[in-house]
């Protein structure tokens, strides 16, 4: 059973129960006060036929004693009767009814006429043939002595019809009352579990990573504290998971970055390492040993560059610039993929000429080992020319491949990071990182990459460098 069902529940039997007992006390109440009034009138009464009585007695019409004989009781009786709406009895000292202006002789309770003669008043309610009646007797004091009494019955049907009507009067408001209270306190108790069930659906959603949902309520009460809590929370559960996830999203992709590039040394140094084995000239061999051992130097500096990064805390590529000569960077890198390019059956063809950029050299030699890769990789060339241009402010590297070409439809995606590629394609030559990486490590050196190609013609590459500082 729902919260609102319970408290609809507990409403409804506390009214019922309030209703019960006002029913109770309501008709306990009339109906008191109902008997008081008529005692009241009956009393009143008894003292008007006191005084007649008393006024026949010392006229001398009748002795007292006559007063309460057989011979002018019941005449006595019958003439304090006239025009009233109950009986009229009297009694003599032997508790004998000697008058009685109805035809109700004898009742079965007659204690009321033995208290009665004691100088005492009494009040009794009888039934007698399923009829309802108030018996009050009184003494006649004469002379300080008590002679006989005055007993009067009243028929109580009025009393009772007076009372059942007021019954189903107030049985009928009553339950008008009840059905309204309901009503009310179903469309009441429904608003005000309004926000607790959206605020439970809210929590539900909340449970499965969805905090969209939020709770407006307008009362200024306890609810809409809770409403605003509850907002307040969500907001910042979706803050804090937003931050993981984009923290967890830049990590990754630096360490993606990082492993990619990894890669480079390791082929260059099994490269030199190959030519070795098949290299006779000393000089030739120191020239290898030299390179293998830059190269090892490079990797050493990323995998320790990778161990501060994961102990900082830290996800983008940090970038030290230089004023030095991007020909040497060019020269340096190629002679590095020397081996590759040999194996791969690519010739290359060098025009270029001293060119003072700002740089880090091991940034652009990352970028330059990642271009020269996927023409390697992917344009099926068998030649490269290069170029080192200088014009308007800037050193331009140009890298042109007589390869396969790129269509138009992917060159519109060759910078969009491979895990928004919803056509990702992963192999063992290929993880979609490289251009992606170039581009970022070209506008953190304050320089630009620019691809253009042509299917069937080939694709050409240009990196621009700044000459100035770009802050």
Known sequence: ????????????????????????????????????????TLSQYNTLHRIEALKIVNDKRISIEQLFSGTYAPLIASHLAANSNFQVQLFALDETIVGNSGDKENLLKRDDIETALTGQKATVITESDDTQYLIY??????????VGGFRYLLDLNQHVQTLDEMRYW?????????????????????????????????????????????IVVNSKDEVRELAKDFN???????????????????????????????????????????LIAHMDQKDDIRNCNVYIRKESGRLLNMVEELLQTSLKGEEAWRVKLQFMDLATVITDSLRILEPTLHKSSIT?????????????????????FNVIDNAIKHSECTHLDILLEDYEGQGCVRIVDNGKGISEQDRLTLFVPSE????????????GLGLPLCKQLMELQGGNIVINSRTGVGTEVQLQFNKGLFW
């Open 348 to 368: 290359t063809t060098l025009h270029i000429s001293p060119c003072d950029v700002y740089l880090d050299p091991e940034r652009t030699q990352q970028v330059l």
């Open 420 to 431: 928004h590629k919803q056509d990702r394609i992963i192999s063992a030559q290929s993880h």
């Open 232 to 274: 307040h929370m969500s907001d910042s559960l979706q803050h804090h998971i937003e931050m993981l996830h984009y923290e967890q999203s830049k990590q990754k992709t630096f360490y993606d970055n990082m492993t990619h590039e990894l890669k480079t040394p390791l082929t260059s140094i099994i490269g030199f390492s190959d």
């Open 137 to 146: 007797s009184a003494p006649f004091m004469y002379e300080g002595k008590i």
């Open 170 to 214: 107030f049985i009928g408001v009553a339950l008008g009352c009840l059905l309204l209270s309901l009503l009310a306190s179903y469309s009441f108790f429904s608003i005000l579990m309004k926000p607790l069930h959206d605020l439970k659906q809210a929590l539900k959603l909340v449970s499965v990573g969805d905090f969209s949902k939020k």
């Open 1 to 40: 059973m729902g919260l609102r069902n319970k408290l609809f529940l507990q409403h409804t039997v506390t009214i019922i129960m309030l209703l019960t007992a006002m029913y109770f006390i309501v008709n306990y109440t009339i109906s008191k006060s109902m008997i008081e009034r008529d005692i009241r």
